[in-house]
C-alpha cells in the first residue's frame, strides 16, 4: 500500500525534525510505502494475529530508521468497522 503525497507532505509539515541521534544527520526520507509489523510468534508467522502498518523514517547519511505507525499518524484511514476489506474514505465514495 501507498500513501498519498500530499497526507506525507502535511505529516512532515508537523513533525518536528531533529538530527540524527547515530551520526548528527539532519536529512530525512520518509518512505511511501506502508510496511507491516506482525506479532510475533516462536512458533513462525501468527495468522490472524495484531499487525501495524509503518512508514519508515530514514536517516539519508548513516541508515538509521524509525517506525511512524501509518494509523496514529493518519498517513493512512483506519478500516471501515463494518467492512474492514475497506477504509472509511473508500466506503463512504
Not at 53 to 64: S, Y
Amino acid at each position: 500500500m501507498k500513501v498519498e503525497q500530499s497526507k506525507l507532505n502535511e505529516y512532515l509539515k508537523k513533525i518536528h525534525g531533529s538530527v540524527c541521534p547515530l551520526c548528527g544527520n539532519n536529512h530525512w526520507n520518509i518512505s511511501d510505502q506502508v510496511f507491516q509489523a506482525v506479532e510475533f510468534d516462536y512458533n513462525g508467522i501468527l495468522i490472524g494475529g495484531a499487525s501495524f502498518p509503518m512508514v519508515p523514517l530514514t536517516c539519508d547519511n548513516c541508515g538509521n530508521t524509525y517506525f511512524i505507525n501509518a494509523l496514529k499518524s493518519g498517513l493512512i484511514d483506519p478500516p471501515d468497522p463494518e467492512n474492514p476489506s475497506v477504509t472509511k474514505s473508500e466506503n463512504e465514495k
